[in-house]
């Protein structure tokens, strides 16, 4: 983008980032037989996961209860794996307080933090599904979570899908859903929102929702999930 | 006699104390209309605040003119010394960069560059130092005399 400037002139310039105040991806993937659990820049850099963070890595199949199978799960600089047969499965990051200060954010609650001009609390849920699962529909169960209203195993690339967004399970408007972090809809009355599908293998959607809350840590709850899953053919 | 010695050491240290400042020669000055700012904001409207950013010059694209942090509004500004293609770059928390070519043409004698001394500072710079200097001469030399004259007395 360039901007021309010549003197006199309003000599402002607005530069527009197309995606929101968000933490980095976190999301989660098949690869070979594996569920694997990442976390940085997806389709990019990867950064280094904090496994103190993790809170759950909830594997579930058809006509079985859901295991939470954390422990079980190889942890690595990069990522965390694990070996197992799952239609769905759902994992979610603790990150804790961040709090905003002129030198840049720090990972503390406001209370803690002298010079803090804003605080939120962090909340990311990464799930993934088998489309072809009965299980790809159904709600999982998460604190915040996006749900496929329509079937994903009939949809290809360039089709549209629905997408509904719940917190504490009930559908909340005003969510916003994004694709590689740029901001494609806003979730409506009934929590739903219809977004194109660009990917033709893997297609990973990112929801976010704040909420504020009166704390003396935090001003706000971000809330940030992802659903990740193979695209039909 | 007496009474005259805390006046003379006040006069001395007052001259200790006033001479390091002019020594450094920290000036200052305000220019309008010579600033380019830039906000910088998420799609949603939210300031990226104390967000970490870097300007480059048209003639050093690998080491910045200047970096620092936005302000709480998302801000930056930057004073370009010549013409040509200003790079800014902007790199939010979650590691995400956003960068910008602003285009400046400066009109005539203001495309001098950083090291050029805005006229008004100059021309009273030139006419505070030697006056500062007479004045120091002047009081180290008034209190030798009164240190003299009280020694002799």
Redesign the interface.
């Known amino acids: 983008m360039t901007t021309r400037i010549a003197w006199p002139a309003i000599l402002l310039v607005v530069l527009t980032f197309s995606g929101q105040a968000l933490a980095h991806d976190f999301w989660l993937e098949r690869q070979g037989g594996a569920l694997v659990l990442r976390y940085g820049h997806r389709g990019g850099d990867m950064l280094p996961l904090d496994a103190a963070k993790m809170r759950s890595l909830v594997c579930r199949k058809e006509h079985r209860a859901s295991e939470d199978l954390l422990r079980a799960a190889v942890i690595s600089a990069n990522q965390l794996s694990l070996v197992a047969t799952c239609t769905a499965a759902s994992a979610f990051l603790d990150g804790g307080f961040y709090s905003l200060t002129p030198d840049g954010e720090k990972n503390l609650p406001k209370s803690k933090v002298p010079d803090a001009v804003k605080a939120w609390r962090s909340r990311q849920y990464a799930k993934w599904i088998d489309v072809r699962s009965s299980l790809s529909t159904e709600v999982q169960g998460d604190e915040f979570e996006i749900v496929p209203v329509t079937d994903l195993a009939k949809v290809k690339v360039g089709d549209k899908a629905t997408f509904r967004i719940l917190l504490d399970r009930k559908p909340i408007s005003g969510a916003v859903l994004s694709v590689g972090h740029k901001p494609l809809g806003e979730t409506d009355d009934r929590g739903e929102v219809r977004v194109k599908i660009r990917a033709a293998d893997v297609e990973s959607v990112s929801a976010t929702f704040r909420r504020p809350v009166k704390s003396p840590d935090a001003d706000s709850e971000v809330f940030e999930a992802s659903l990740t899953f193979e695209v039909a053919r | 006699m007496r009474s005259r010695r805390p006046r003379a050491a006040v006069a001395l240290l007052a001259l200790l104390f006033t001479s390091p400042v002019f020594a450094h020669e920290v000036l200052s000055s305000i220019e309008r ?1 010579r ?10 409207g ?1 300031p ?5 950013y870097m300007v480059f010059s048209p003639t050093d694209p690998k080491i910045p003119y200047q970096k620092g ?1 936005t302000d ?1 509004a998302g801000y930056l500004a930057f004073v370009p010394a010549l013409p040509g ?1 200003w790079h ?1 770059k ?1 790199t ?5 960069g ?10 005539g004698n ?1 495309s001098a560059g950083p090291a050029a001394a805005p006229a008004g500072i100059a021309s009273w710079a030139f006419v505070l130092r030697p006056i500062v200097g007479l004045v120091l001469i002047a009081g180290v030399f008034a209190g030798l005399v009164v240190l003299y004259r009280r020694r002799k007395s």
């Open positions: 209309g600033a380019i700012a830039v906000k910088a904001v998420f799609a949603d939210e990226l605040a104390y967000t970490e942090r709480r293609n800014v902007v939010e928390a979650g590691g995400h956003m960068e910008l070519d602003v285009a400046v043409e400066l009109p203001e």
